[in-house]
Nanobody, 125 residues
Framework: QVQLVESGGGLVQAGDSLRLSCAASGRTFSPYAMGWFRQAPGKEREFVAFITWSGGSTFYADSVKGRFTISRDNAKNTVYLQMSSLKPEDTAVYYC??????????????????WGQGTQVTVSS
């Protein structure tokens, strides 16, 4: 079984930066991809970014492109989300997720097999 634990959330001001981490543990952890999603109060969960584990290919939602960067450290089984130029509309609970096998739909939450518990990010104006 794979466990994902997010950290790094907090309260920041608009324009600030924040880095989220997601540490994975499990007997053998070798996902196809890792993703970040977020859910704001009263809204549906939305895709933020994903990264493939071996090749490091990345893809971003338009709303965060140019401001957020996803990266991974394979040796540490950790994926990061560096968030810059934060806006109040980035306020949400951020979740990391792992996809075990190949998928064409890595921007869809239903494609992922494992999820973390989430970390709150609040951006004040």
């Amino acid at each position: 079984q794979v466990q994902l634990v997010e950290s790094g959330g907090g309260l920041v001001q608009a324009g600030d930066s924040l880095r989220l981490s997601c540490a994975a543990s499990g007997r053998t952890f070798s996902p196809y991809a890792m993703g970040w999603f977020r859910q704001a109060p009263g809204k549906e969960r939305e895709f933020v970014a994903f990264i493939t584990w071996s090749g490091g290919s990345t893809f971003y939602a338009d709303s965060v492109k140019g401001r957020f960067t996803i990266s991974r450290d394979n040796a540490k089984n950790t994926v990061y989300l560096q968030m810059s130029s934060l806006k109040p509309e980035d306020t949400a609970v951020y979740y990391c997720a792992a996809r075990a096998g190949f998928s064409f739909r890595l921007n869809v939450g239903g494609s992922y097999d494992y999820w973390g518990q989430g970390t709150q990010v609040t951006v004040s104006s």
